[in-house]
């Protein structure tokens, strides 16, 4: 019976181990592939040109880390980690920004400010500035903010 709860302790830090890196590893595959959608666009490349096969690798490392960060978060009722499920929701927001779908990154940003109490407050206002500086076209702040994340 010992063994069991210990298994399951072990299987819980190794699962967090696993998508904490899943989540860098997105995070870094989409950082560098805005780049480099960025680069062909200045050089007049059509971005559609961009290889499938690394999109599809690229996609799929993506999903791997939502769902990793999202069954995490869905414990929450469960489990008391507070600095576990505030890194996950920092991490989908930082995820969901690199993916421009900006709403997601409100939605977990007010997720981060409601339940976190200053430390989610300050990590989601660091997010939305990057944000802010991106609507207001100044990437040299936006590119700063992310290499400090």
Same mark, same amino acid.
């Given at each position: ?15 967090i181990?696993r998508?904490y ?6 995070l870094?595959?989409l950082?560098?592939y805005?780049e480099?959608?960025? $680069?062909m666009e %200045?050089?007049?490349?059509?971005a ?5 096969? =690394?999109?599809? #690798?690229l996609? @799929?490392i993506v999903d ?6 999202t069954r995490?978060?869905n414990?929450?009722?469960?489990r008391?980690w ?9 991490n989908l927001a930082?995820?969901y920004y690199?993916?421009h779908?900006?709403?997601?990154v409100h939605a $977990?940003?007010? %997720?981060?400010k409601?339940?976190y109490g200053e430390?989610g407050?300050? =990590?989601a206002? #660091?997010?939305? @500035? ?5 609507e207001?076209?100044?990437t040299?702040?936006s590119e700063?903010?992310a290499a400090?994340?």
């Amino acid at each position: 019976m010992k063994l069991g709860f210990l298994s399951k302790i072990f299987e819980g830090a190794l699962s967090i181990e696993r998508t904490y890196n899943d989540c860098d590893k997105a995070l870094n595959k989409l950082g560098a592939y805005n780049e480099r959608i960025e $680069e062909m666009e %200045k050089n007049g490349e059509n971005a559609s040109s961009f290889p499938a096969e =690394e999109k599809a #690798e690229l996609d @799929e490392i993506v999903d791997t880390a939502i769902q990793g960060a999202t069954r995490l978060i869905n414990l929450e009722p469960t489990r008391n980690w507070p600095g576990v499920f505030r890194e996950m929701h920092k991490n989908l927001a930082n995820i969901y920004y690199e993916l421009h779908d900006y709403d997601k990154v409100h939605a $977990e940003c007010d %997720k981060l400010k409601a339940d976190y109490g200053e430390v989610g407050r300050q =990590e989601a206002e #660091e997010i939305l @500035e990057k944000f802010g500086d991106k609507e207001n076209g100044n990437t040299d702040s936006s590119e700063e903010a992310a290499a400090t994340m």
